[in-house]
Structures are given as C-alpha cells and as structure tokens.
C-alpha cells in the first residue's frame, strides 16, 4: 500500500512537475496437462519525476523511495529538462494545466486468497476438463492477476490515487485430428482481484463446454474460400479492429508521427452507423474493464468520441500532443511502470452498439463467414491490418455451417468501416488485452457484432 505524501516535495518543483509513485504487483500461476509449471509473485515499485521546460522534457526515476531519493529524482528530471530545453531551443508554449483530484481503490473486501488456494482452484477447473473433455490431447489453464497502484502529484496541483486489479484465467485446449494439432484458447476474467472475479470455479464450466465444443468443429471444419467476403465480425474481432486499425492511428503522438488519421479529421470514414469511443471509465452504465478517472499527467480522464455517425472526430491526446494540435487535453496518458514516462495510450475502445439482431444478421448473408477470435494482429500508421483468426464458421443461405480452419483477414480499416451495413444491438468486453506499444500496458477492447466485406487468407 503506497502512504507516502507527496505533496511535501512540491517545493523542489521549479518548472512544470509530475512525481509519480507506483507499485505494480503480479500473481501468475501455470498449470499444463495437470502439472504446476509456474508459480511465481512478484511487485515492482518506485518513484519517477517528469519535468516539462520549452517544448523539452526530463526524466527520472527510482526503485528507492526514501525522502531523499524522492529529491534526487525530481532534481535529476528538473536537470534533464534544462539541459535539453538548451540543447533542443523548441521554445515551445506552456501545457495545458489540469489539476484533477480522484481517489479509486478497487482491492476486494473479501479476505484474500493464498497461492495455494489458486492452485486448489485451478485443480478443480483441471480436473473437470479432464472429466468432461476426453478428446483433449493437452491442456493449459494460467492464473495472471495484476494489481496496479499508483500516486500522482503534480505542479499544477492534481492530485491522485488509484488501485487497479485484473485477474485473468487463460485455457488452452489442444486436439488431434488426422495427426494434425488443432487449439483454441479464452481468457476469463475482468477488473478485481481473484477474489472478486473468480468466487466458485463451477461458474466457470458452461463456458469451458462451449469453448470445448468450438474447438471439436474447428478440428473437423473446412479451410474458408480465399477473397472478400460477406462476414460478420464478432466482438471479439470488432474489439482488435478498433484498438489496432483504427484507436492506434487517432493517438496524437502517432498523429504527430504521421497517421493518414491526420488528413481526415471532420471527413467521413466509415459507415454513418459506427460510432467508436475511447472510454474512460464508465460505459452503458457499467464499469470498464480498464477503468482510468485521472490519467497520469493529472488530467480528468474523459471519454473520446473518435468516429461519430462515420465522421472522424476527435483524436486522443496527452498534454503534449493537445498543445501542438491545439485540441482540449482527453486524459490518455498513461504508464505501464514506475520507470516508464506516460505516452498516449487508449483505455477502453469499442464501436457502440447498433440495432440488428445477430441472428437477423447471419439471416441477411447467402455465402459469407462468421469470425468470431482472432489470435492477434497487427497494424500501421495508414489503418491497414492483418489479424489471425482462430475461431469462425462459414454462413450458408442465412445460417450457420461447418467450422473454419485457422486463417487471417486484412485489408485497410478506414475503407472496411464504409462497408459496413448491420451492427449488432448487444455489447461485449475482452477482457485480457495488453496493448504494446512501446511498454505493456492494460486495455479494454469490445463492441458489438458488426456486418462489412472484408479480404479472407483462405488456407
């Protein structure tokens, strides 16, 4: 639990000043075919100092958080920024000033569980899928849960603390046929501890018969047809095109880089039905699966419209980019660890819901594809994509047929978005994702099923 004050360091601040302090702690537990292959705790915490003067920045940071190591840092950042505000001359303007003030602490109430305990949980999840699923050849279940602490104070007077838990279950069920391996995994899990995601493991058996029966058919599915189709993309797949096609190109910094999302700012990029949003915290009522109410510069995190009714909006800024675009600051900065500066970072990005019922959607395809998980993927700075899809099913005259064999989807983002016609009226979260750009970092991702042409590998 982090109790330093870090307001009495404000007077070594001379120039624009955040002092972050951080502790991030990691639980991850992996157990393969019924044997314990990982069992490992660990924390990692410190202090770190990021000074603005002209246009340049300084940074600094510590794993020792005693008071004058604190001093060092910010007087070790304070130096950096000097000297590189005389090397760099930008003469840059002052940042935006934003003192949010925000306490979040989402620990369980609930007595906490020993590792042991997680083991326990984990033979019996083991041991039901071994009971019920005999055609599996092999089979991993991981426990990961992350616990991420941080305190803020800035110059400009934020101040924050927040208390962010996910714990995630990973299974990966592995068959045999025709001498040919055949695997698909699922995360399980969501914001909170262990204690509060996972109460009884029984909860959980429904879901794993599912993904258990998904596998049996993709190992006796078909390779899809090479060439644009007609596909409806589930959440799954709509969440990853959202973050990765298009929330990554409408960063700012990666605007400033030279995103095409650059050129079409107030142009129509997609359907008049899509509406994507970067959430902050809360969405349809809910919490997020990645909940940030103060960013890490201090600024009051807020939602970002980025596409609405099909017109590019809004891009997603930290204080830097919003200066150099000259746009109101939307809380997207964010840091991984202690040691690491705050980038501009999406929170939780989905298309909003529709008004199609997916069956209605399935119904309106004669010869098409139903993709429903991707393995990962991949994009760039002009919102062309490549994904791994692991999960899918072909659409025969409006209804579902044989399971597909693993394959990919491309294509370019912002032309795939104009063609779609039908969004789902439901909503769904991933759970697990972990954006890397430049450092991890927690992310939310989802949306509903949507409707469009796009490009299939084929075998």
Known sequence: MIIKDLKKFAKYFTEYTELRMQENRNIRLTMVNGDM?????????????????????????????????????????????????????????????TNAMDSKDFSTKKPRKSQKEMIDFLNVIDAHIVK?????????????????????????????????????????????KDDQPFELYEVYGWLGQFEDTFDKPEVLFPKLKKQYEHLINKSEGVYPVSGMHDCIL?????GILAHEAIGHTTEGDIVKGGSVAGDYLGEKVASEMVTLVDFAHTAFGKQCPVPVYVDDEGTKAEDAVIIEDGILKKFMHNKETAL?????????????????????RMRNTAIMPGKSKLEDMIASIDNGYYLMKSSNGQADSTSEFMFGVVLGYEI??????????????????FDMLKTITMISDDMAWSCGGMCGKKQMIPVGMGGPAIKCKVNIGGK
Request: aromatic share 8%; glycine share 8%.
């Open 324 to 344: 150099h675009f000259g746009h109101e600051v939307t809380g997207n900065a964010r840091a991984y660890g202690f040691y690491d500066e705050p980038l501009v």
């Open 132 to 176: 019920e699923f005999p055609k599996l050849s092999s089979r991993t279940i991981v426990i990961g849960n992350l616990d991420m602490e941080k305190k803020l104070f800035t110059s400009d007077g934020a101040e924050s603390y927040s208390m962010i838990p996910r714990t995630t279950l990973y299974v990966v069920m592995t068959v045999i």
């Open 37 to 97: 292959m990982g069992n490992s705790r660990s924390s990692n915490s410190g202090i770190s100092a990021r000074v603005y003067k002209d246009g340049s920045w300084g940074f600094a940071s510590n794993a020792d958080i005693s008071d004058e190591a604190i001093i060092n840092v910010i007087s070790s950042a304070t130096e950096n920024a000097k000297f590189l505000s005389s090397r760099e001359n930008l003469q840059k303007g002052e940042l935006p000033k």
């Open 234 to 238: 589930d959440a799954d797949l709509a």
């Open 396 to 413: 025969k005259n409006g209804k579902l047929g044989k399971a597909i064999k693993d394959t990919t989807i491309s294509g370019v983002a």
